[in-house]
Structure formats: C-alpha cells, structure tokens
C-alpha cells in the first residue's frame, strides 16, 4: 500500500474554507485517492475520491496535484458538523472487495 | 438513503463470554467486512466476506472470531470467548459488487469487556 502523510491535526474557524494535504508519493499510477471522514463516535464515511482531475460533490472539493504525488481536500465552508479525523487513503479503483487501510489521519477542529 | 446498521449500540459482557455482534449491510451490497478500533488507536481491518466465504482476514481474526451471513440481511461477527483486550468500537461495512469501491460503514457496536 502507498504511504501517506498528513498533518495530525488542523483548526478552522466556522464558515470558513479550510485545506487538509495529503502527501501520497508512492502512489500507485492506478490508485485512486480516496478521502473518508471520522466525525466523533461514528462509523467512518466515504467524502470524495479522484484519479487525476480535481473533483466536486457535495460534501467537499478534491484537488490532486499534476505529479499525483499529493492531494488537497477542500470543504468550502466549515461547519461544526465537520469537525472529525479525515484519512486520505489510497485506493484501487474497483476489483471486487478490498479492505480499507486506514491511518492515524488529520483531526479537523472547527472554531465556532 | 440506505444505511449499514449495527445493533446492539452498546454490549457489556464479561471475559469468557461469547458475544455475537450483528449488522444489515445495504440490500444490493455484495461485500461485507468488519473493522475495530480500540479506544484512541487506528480503524484496523478484522475481516472481508463475499459469497459466504472469508475472503480476506487480518492477523486479529484469530479462532477466537468468526463470522457469519445467516440469512439474507444479516451479517454477524461473533467472538467466542471474549478477552478484556477485545474492548473497542467494531464497524460493520459493505460494498457493491462493481462501482468505485467505496465502502459503507455502520455507526459501530461498543464492546466493553469486564
């Protein structure tokens, strides 16, 4: 599996954009980048993930460098309800099951 | 929107005794896995299930653990003689069969073992 490295924690304040990295640059040219979420006391869930070309949905934005060998998660505008650890992991695109490596990740700190 | 479910929320036992925690993967999901995470520590892998076989199992999934798909909602994981070391959050996830390999978590069983 590909190493990442991110930050162990981070602060925003509420309603502002916040950027959690994620260095990744032994990735495989096949994996996708995959970003979950851990909010407190939950189960983890899926955010957003991308191969090469920078990503939109609902929850976040996902920037992937031109090298691939890093990735910016984006939450436009925090919320409290953000406030979680978020892993940025590595990931193969499909090939029926495959377990999720999870690392330590970023805690997100929202400042109301 | 579909969810995985867990129950109980919340099992006390006591060392020694078996314990069978249960989780409903999302209908059309074809994959089912558990994880654990030990208080403050990393989610770990336990185990993936598909076509009512293990397909793949970490080093904790010892004969201590098994699991079971028991009918065609329900996947359970049971640990036969609990350890105070068992204590932790244990996640159920499934998967689709195809699509982008993104895995669906449950909001998690607390196991505290006395």
């Known amino acids: 599996d590909a190493k990442t490295t991110q930050p162990n924690s981070m602060e925003s304040n509420e309603e502002e954009p916040v950027h959690l990295p994620c260095n990744h640059s032994?990735?495989?040219?096949?994996?996708?980048i995959h970003w979950y979420r851990q909010l407190p006391s939950q189960g983890p869930e899926y955010v957003i993930h991308?191969?090469?070309s920078n990503v939109n949905n609902r929850m976040a934005s996902l920037a992937i460098a031109e090298d691939r060998k890093s990735s910016t998660l984006i939450l436009h505008r925090a919320t409290l309800r953000d406030a979680a650890v978020y892993y940025c992991?590595?990931?193969?695109?499909?090939?029926?099951?495959?377990?999720?490596?999870f690392g330590t990740g970023t805690k997100l700190q929202v400042i109301p | 929107e579909p969810e995985v479910t867990q129950t109980p929320s919340h099992q006390v036992t006591q060392m020694g005794q078996e314990v069978i925690l249960r989780c409903v993967p999302i209908?059309?999901?074809?994959?089912f896995y558990w994880y654990r995470q030990i208080l403050g520590q990393k989610v770990e892998f336990l185990v993936s299930?598909?076509?009512?076989?293990?397909?793949?199992k970490s080093e904790i999934f010892d004969d201590q653990f098994s699991v079971e798909r028991p009918d065609g909602s329900n996947f359970t994981l049971k640990i036969r003689s609990t350890k105070l070391e068992d204590s932790a959050m244990y996640f159920c996830?499934?998967?689709?069969?195809?699509?982008?390999?993104?895995?669906?978590f449950g909001a998690g069983t607390r196991l505290s073992v006395l």
């Open positions: 991308g191969l090469t």
């Open positions: 299930f598909y076509n009512n076989e293990i397909s793949e």
């Open positions: 032994t990735i495989s040219g096949t994996d996708y």
């Open positions: 992991i590595p990931r193969k695109l499909s090939g029926g099951y495959q377990k999720v490596t």
């Open positions: 996830a499934s998967s689709p069969e195809r699509g982008e390999n993104i895995q669906y």
């Open positions: 209908s059309n999901h074809l994959y």
